[in-house]
């Protein structure tokens, strides 16, 4: 049944790419007044010569023709990348003056057939390998090293990450690429992590592993670890202060985030006598030297060296679509302040920091795009006047997500959300280590998202997650399908983490298949759970009350996170008392009770309804109407016949996710079942 269920992703994902390429199609003739006002600019791929009028050799020499032309008519301007790759070094601005109109914006366009790459990437030279270092490597590794020339302007820099956490700037990441993909550090052990042990009880910033490689690490000079330090939900990258020989003592240069515990994980990078497998590098900042066990057939490389690509200021009315944008070593495109932004079938890939960002942008987002391979959270949406809740219009719809968070593991979102209205539809989220989304401010919708398999390898982390926030209310989580979340082995993971005191969210007609915890309250009231469908998944929601046990003391403390973020609010505000009157009133009745919680009408298949723990008290909710199919019901509908699920669905009223829809369509006609509800 399982092999079926993942199955239906890749149907899900087929059918996804299809609509994606039906909707690029070329935009409709224009009448002759239009074509007539209409000018044109061309930029010729790298090393192909700008002949012709209107030819541009460089995207910033076109953008700066298009701005002499904004001052002088009101022509519309469009911008076409020619097929073939653009190399950038720096970033691209685009500011108000060369904003649009909203009956013609400005358009930045690639070839029809996405094959306009725009990359901030540059080949790398060959070099000799100096003995020394030879001498260095892995015996293994002597005949396979191949030694390149770094750019002048990368050569020296001191580190190639830097710890990342939620909000952080994004990470200078230096990268090496060949036609596959990015290459790695040489790094211990070389794929996951390995077990340590503390250096001592007293040593806050020393650790032993467990069984070490026997390398000689502490003749390496620029050596990092990377760890699960304390939490299984939060990773850490940290410069080595010292390393003892071979296996000794490993001391960071600083303490871990709440420090150390026994039983943790980590991994040694950049470490030049652990580059002993093909896709490694390791580079002597000193030397301005790269060596490289190259991928077979791939010596060919180029390094990042292009922060961002795109950087567009207080721009309005602009139209970005059909382009590659790649390897960048922070964000590939930030959009900040202005209004009506909005990128379509573009691909977004390689990014060491995020894909893009919106910030105090009215109005905008990302349409019909793909977002892979991403090195922090894929997308940052944040807008929006949340003391008059006014809704910022940023979205990001229909558009696949895969493989973000390579590089920053954790609190590394697919999108994170913060203001007001933001919207998050029809997207596919899957094969990641991070999870789907993260909720901050209000009134947020996360609606027909199909999320699956991710967060494996972390532990208490959850696919859509909110919290420590009483006044972050209003977001519907409405009609999405999620499903195959679990996690390793002794870990735990949940579907919608509504975690530490998370209030006034709508969780309502979602499909759950194959997920470990669905839907999990942490201590919050007022939340709505409703017409939910779960399969295979148990408990299928779960109840605390934190609030009265450990978290007692945060909930009382007016200095902590949660009371911070309430009084920073106007909770008394005739709007916010209008739209959210139990916020108000909420210190001065049960602040540290889980109450006043809807649980209605919710139908579990082979899966255990309801689990209260920490003093949750179904008394203080509206538990009603909420079922267990029936034997005959389970039987037809956990099969793996997505006919019999479909119409299983739609006789409680859930939205029947796409790719099950699609499944439905290929399997042929059926007839409808006729389950009743308990």
Same mark, same amino acid.
């Given at each position: 049944?399982?092999a079926?269920?993942?199955?239906?992703?890749?149907?899900?994902?087929?059918?996804?790419?299809v609509?994606?390429?039906?909707?690029?199609?070329?935009?409709?003739?224009?009448?002759?007044?239009?074509?007539?006002?209409?000018?044109?600019?061309?930029?010729?791929?790298d090393?192909?010569?700008?002949?012709?009028e209107?030819r541009?050799?460089?995207?910033?020499?076109?953008?700066?023709?298009?701005?002499?032309?904004?001052?002088?008519d009101?022509?519309?301007?469009?911008?076409?990348?020619?097929?073939?790759?653009?190399?950038?070094?720096?970033?691209?601005? @685009?500011?108000?003056?060369?904003?649009?109109?909203? %009956?013609?914006?400005?358009?930045?366009?690639?070839?029809?057939?996405?094959?306009?790459?725009?990359?901030?990437?540059?080949?790398?030279?060959?070099?000799?390998?100096?003995?020394?270092?030879?001498?260095?490597?892995?015996?293994?590794?002597?005949?396979?090293?191949?030694?390149?020339?770094?750019?002048?302007?990368?050569?020296?820099?001191?580190?190639?990450?830097?710890?990342?956490?939620?909000?952080?700037?994004? !990470?200078?990441?230096?990268?090496?690429?060949?036609?596959? *993909?990015?290459?790695?550090?040489a790094?211990w !052990?070389?794929?996951g992590?390995?077990?340590?042990?503390?250096?001592?009880?007293?040593?806050?910033?020393?650790?032993?592993f467990?069984?070490?490689?026997?390398?000689?690490?502490?003749?390496?000079?620029?050596?990092?670890?990377?760890?699960?330090?304390?939490? %299984?939900?939060?990773?850490?990258?940290?410069?080595?202060?010292?390393?003892?020989?071979?296996?000794?003592?490993?001391?960071?240069?600083?303490?871990?985030?709440?420090?150390?515990?026994?039983?943790?994980?980590?991994?040694?990078?950049?470490?030049?006598?652990?580059?002993?497998?093909?896709?490694?590098?390791?580079?002597?900042?000193?030397?301005g030297?790269?060596?490289?066990?190259?991928?077979?057939?791939?010596?060919?490389?180029?390094?990042?060296?292009?922060?961002?690509?795109?950087?567009?200021?207080?721009?309005?009315?602009?139209?970005?679509?059909?382009?590659?944008?790649?390897?960048?070593?922070?964000?590939?495109?930030?959009?900040?302040?202005?209004?009506?932004?909005?990128?379509?079938?573009?691909?977004?890939?390689?990014g060491?920091?995020?894909?893009?960002?919106?910030?105090?942008?009215?109005?905008?987002?990302?349409?019909?795009?793909?977002?892979?391979?991403?090195?922090?959270?894929?997308?940052?949406?944040?807008? *929006?006047?949340?003391? $008059?809740?006014?809704?910022?219009?940023?979205?990001?719809?229909?558009?696949?997500?895969?493989?973000?968070?390579?590089l920053?593991?954790?609190?590394?979102?697919?999108?994170?959300?913060?203001?007001?209205?933001?919207?998050?539809?029809?997207?596919?989220?899957?094969?990641?280590?991070?999870?789907?989304?993260?909720?901050?401010?209000?009134?947020?919708?996360?609606?027909?998202?199909?999320?699956?398999r991710l967060?494996?390898?972390?532990?208490d982390?959850?696919? @859509?997650?909110?919290?420590?926030?009483?006044?972050?209310?209003?977001?519907? @989580?409405?009609?999405?399908?999620?499903h195959?979340?679990?996690?390793?082995?002794?870990?735990?993971?949940?579907?919608?983490?509504l975690?530490?005191?998370?209030?006034?969210?709508?969780?309502?007609?979602?499909?759950?298949?194959?997920?470990?915890?669905?839907?999990? @309250?942490?201590? *919050?009231?007022?939340?709505?759970?409703?017409?939910?469908?779960?399969?295979?998944?148990?408990?299928?929601?779960?109840?605390?009350?934190?609030?009265?046990?450990?978290?007692?003391?945060?909930?009382?403390?007016?200095?902590?996170?949660?009371r911070?973020?309430?009084?920073?609010?106007?909770?008394?505000?005739?709007?916010?008392?209008?739209?959210?009157?139990?916020?108000?009133?909420?210190?001065?009745n049960?602040?540290?009770?889980? $109450?006043?919680?809807?649980?209605?009408?919710?139908?579990?298949?082979?899966?255990?309804?309801?689990?209260?723990?920490?003093?949750?008290?179904?008394?203080?909710?509206?538990?009603?109407l909420?079922?267990?199919?029936?034997? !005959?019901?389970?039987?037809?509908?956990?099969?793996?016949?997505?006919?019999?699920?479909?119409?299983?669905?739609?006789?409680?009223r859930?939205?029947?996710?796409?790719?099950i829809?699609?499944?439905?369509?290929?399997?042929?006609?059926?007839?409808?079942?006729?389950?009743?509800?308990?």
């Amino acid at each position: 049944m399982r092999a079926k269920w993942s199955a239906g992703i890749d149907v899900m994902r087929v059918s996804l790419l299809v609509g994606l390429a039906s909707l690029a199609w070329p935009a409709e003739a224009a009448s002759t007044d239009d074509a007539a006002r209409t000018r044109i600019l061309k930029v010729v791929p790298d090393g192909a010569p700008a002949t012709g009028e209107g030819r541009f050799s460089t995207l910033a020499a076109a953008l700066a023709k298009a701005a002499e032309w904004r001052r002088r008519d009101g022509s519309t301007i469009v911008v076409e990348l020619e097929s073939g790759l653009h190399r950038l070094d720096q970033p691209v601005r @685009i500011g108000p003056e060369l904003s649009g109109t909203a %009956d013609r914006p400005l358009v930045i366009r690639g070839a029809a057939d996405g094959s306009s790459r725009l990359t901030g990437s540059r080949a790398l030279r060959s070099a000799s390998l100096p003995q020394d270092l030879l001498a260095r490597l892995p015996p293994a590794a002597r005949d396979k090293v191949r030694a390149y020339r770094l750019p002048d302007r990368i050569a020296g820099e001191p580190q190639f990450r830097e710890p990342k956490m939620l909000n952080d700037p994004a !990470p200078l990441v230096t990268e090496v690429f060949d036609g596959i *993909g990015a290459l790695q550090p040489a790094r211990w !052990p070389n794929q996951g992590y390995a077990d340590v042990m503390l250096g001592g009880r007293s040593d806050r910033t020393g650790f032993v592993f467990k069984a070490p490689s026997g390398c000689a690490w502490d003749q390496e000079p620029e050596l990092w670890a990377e760890g699960f330090w304390q939490w %299984d939900w939060l990773l850490e990258t940290i410069p080595v202060e010292r390393a003892g020989p071979r296996g000794g003592r490993i001391g960071l240069a600083q303490i871990p985030y709440e420090g150390e515990r026994p039983g943790g994980r980590a991994a040694l990078l950049h470490a030049l006598c652990e580059l002993d497998a093909p896709g490694e590098w390791w580079r002597d900042r000193k030397r301005g030297l790269l060596l490289v066990w190259p991928r077979e057939g791939k010596v060919d490389l180029e390094i990042g060296l292009a922060e961002t690509l795109l950087r567009i200021e207080n721009a309005r009315h602009l139209r970005v679509e059909n382009l590659q944008f790649e390897r960048a070593r922070r964000d590939l495109v930030t959009v900040t302040g202005g209004s009506d932004i909005t990128i379509s079938r573009s691909t977004f890939a390689w990014g060491a920091g995020r894909a893009a960002v919106f910030e105090n942008v009215a109005g905008g987002g990302i349409t019909e795009s793909v977002i892979r391979d991403i090195g922090a959270t894929a997308v940052r949406l944040s807008g *929006g006047d949340r003391v $008059r809740l006014l809704p910022s219009g940023l979205f990001l719809r229909n558009t696949q997500l895969t493989r973000f968070a390579r590089l920053s593991q954790t609190q590394n979102p697919a999108v994170q959300a913060e203001g007001v209205g933001v919207q998050v539809t029809g997207n596919l989220f899957h094969d990641a280590i991070g999870y789907a989304i993260h909720f901050r401010g209000n009134d947020h919708l996360f609606a027909r998202n199909e999320v699956a398999r991710l967060m494996n390898g972390l532990s208490d982390s959850g696919a @859509i997650y909110a919290g420590r926030d009483w006044t972050a209310r209003g977001t519907s @989580i409405r009609d999405n399908y999620v499903h195959d979340i679990e996690p390793a082995p002794g870990f735990e993971v949940k579907g919608v983490y509504l975690d530490d005191m998370a209030s006034g969210f709508t969780v309502e007609r979602n499909l759950f298949v194959n997920v470990q915890k669905p839907i999990f @309250i942490g201590g *919050g009231s007022d939340n709505i759970v409703s017409n939910n469908v779960f399969v295979n998944s148990s408990p299928a929601i779960s109840l605390d009350s934190r609030g009265q046990t450990w978290m007692e003391v945060a909930v009382n403390d007016p200095q902590s996170e949660i009371r911070t973020a309430y009084a920073a609010m106007p909770v008394t505000s005739p709007r916010w008392r209008e739209r959210f009157p139990r916020l108000a009133p909420l210190l001065t009745n049960e602040p540290t009770v889980a $109450r006043d919680n809807q649980i209605v009408g919710n139908v579990s298949l082979n899966s255990r309804p309801l689990f209260t723990e920490q003093e949750a008290d179904p008394r203080r909710q509206t538990i009603m109407l909420n079922s267990e199919a029936t034997q !005959p019901d389970l039987t037809r509908a956990v099969t793996g016949d997505p006919r019999t699920l479909a119409a299983f669905l739609k006789a409680r009223r859930v939205s029947v996710p796409l790719s099950i829809e699609a499944m439905a369509r290929a399997s042929g006609p059926t007839q409808p079942s006729q389950p009743t509800r308990d």
